[in-house]
């Protein structure tokens, strides 16, 4: 059976993912990328507790991707989507590169139906970049829940038995704590309160 690495920020969908990989008997480890953007720490604590609490390894990528300062650390609770240029694109190669080094076939990453304003969200996008990972180093690129909205994947994650209290979804939080004003964090709470 093919093995898995999941990118994983610790947001409701890329934990979603890691569980059920986990469930399948697929996950080899999960990626965890900080890449300074502002919500960088509570996202590595987030992955490091489910990476802890359920025995998964976690491999940290440390990156520099440009525009997160002027797109991401922009105020707790800004409006608006935070679209940083490439994001998806660079974090992918690397956990493409981590997955081929350690002769692991797909990387999972957790696009949603509801991600389309973001370029690399996109279904021919991640076909585009999938045939490229392929081809380069023999490794697939899937979004298992594109097809999903995120009300979906919350259900998905509450029949799997996923800690939804325990992942993170903020952009920019104020000091340990989500803004609860943000898109992220709108976008959550109606995900979780939907029926």
């Not at 994983?8 to 969908?13: F, K, T």
């Not at 934990?15 to 890449?35: I, M």
């Not at 002027?70 to 690397?94: C, D, Q």
């Not at 952009?171 to 704590?177: K, L, N, R, S, T």
């Amino acid at each position: 059976m093919s093995s898995t690495v999941v990118l994983m920020s610790g947001g409701i969908d890329s934990t979603t993912l890691a569980h059920l990989a986990l469930t399948l008997r697929r996950l080899h480890s999960v990626v965890c990328v900080d890449y300074k953007q502002p919500a960088a720490r509570m996202e590595r604590l987030t992955v490091a507790g489910w990476c802890r609490r359920n025995k998964v390894e976690c491999h940290y990528q440390h990156l520099y991707i440009d525009g997160v300062h002027r797109n991401m650390s922009i105020g707790p609770g800004a409006p608006g989507l935070r679209i940083v240029p490439g994001r998806n694109m660079i974090m992918l190669a690397h956990a493409v590169n981590y997955a081929a080094a350690n002769g692991v076939d797909r990387v999972w990453f957790g696009a949603t139906a509801d991600d389309q304003d973001y370029p690399d969200c996109r279904p021919d996008w991640i076909e585009a970049f999938n045939a490229m990972a392929e081809e380069g180093c023999g490794v697939s690129v899937e979004a298992p829940y594109l097809g999903h909205t995120k009300e979906e994947v919350v259900r998905a994650a509450r029949s799997l038995k996923v800690d939804l209290e325990a992942t993170w979804s903020c952009y920019e939080p104020e000091g340990a704590e989500p803004c609860g004003r943000c898109h992220s964090c709108e976008e959550r709470l109606v995900a979780l309160t939907h029926p």
